[in-house]
């Protein structure tokens, strides 16, 4: 079992910054591969950025490369979302995830389920 208990959401203007937190419990020692995920009103959840806890390699979506940065901190065992340059569009609720079973991220990291564990979500509002 792993828990992620997730921070750092809240309400910022367009152009403005934030950092989420993922802080993970449990058996994490089979933790390859985190993620954030998000979820605006009527819209599907989709995947933003992963990042391979054995490697650091990262890999963002289309719509937040250049402006979000995942990191992982292996002392600590959280997963961060650094998020600058935020749009209006950014505005959902933001979840992290885990790939269980030793599996890495690979191509398909964007696939929901593909992760066994989720957070509780963290909302971010962005103003125009």
């Known amino acids: 079992q792993v828990q992620l208990v997730e921070s750092g959401g809240g309400s910022v203007q367009a152009g403005g910054s934030l950092r989420l937190s993922c802080a993970a419990f449990?058996?994490?020692?089979?933790?390859?591969?985190m993620g954030w995920f998000r979820q605006a009103p009527e819209k599907e959840r989709e995947g933003i950025a992963t990042?391979?806890?054995?490697?650091?390699?990262?890999l963002y979506a289309d719509s937040v490369k250049g402006r979000f940065t995942i990191s992982h901190d292996k002392v600590k065992n959280t997963l961060y979302l650094e998020m600058n340059s935020l749009k209006p569009e950014d505005a959902a609720v933001y979840y992290c995830?885990?790939?269980?079973?030793?599996?890495?991220?690979?191509?398909?990291?964007?696939?929901?389920?593909?992760?066994?564990?989720w957070g509780q979500g963290t909302e971010v509002a962005v103003s125009s």
């Open positions: 995830a885990a790939i269980w079973g030793g599996r890495l991220c690979g191509d398909n990291w964007i696939l929901t389920t593909r992760y066994a564990y």
């Open positions: 449990g058996y994490t020692y089979n933790v390859y591969c």
């Open positions: 990042i391979s806890t054995v490697t650091d390699t990262t």
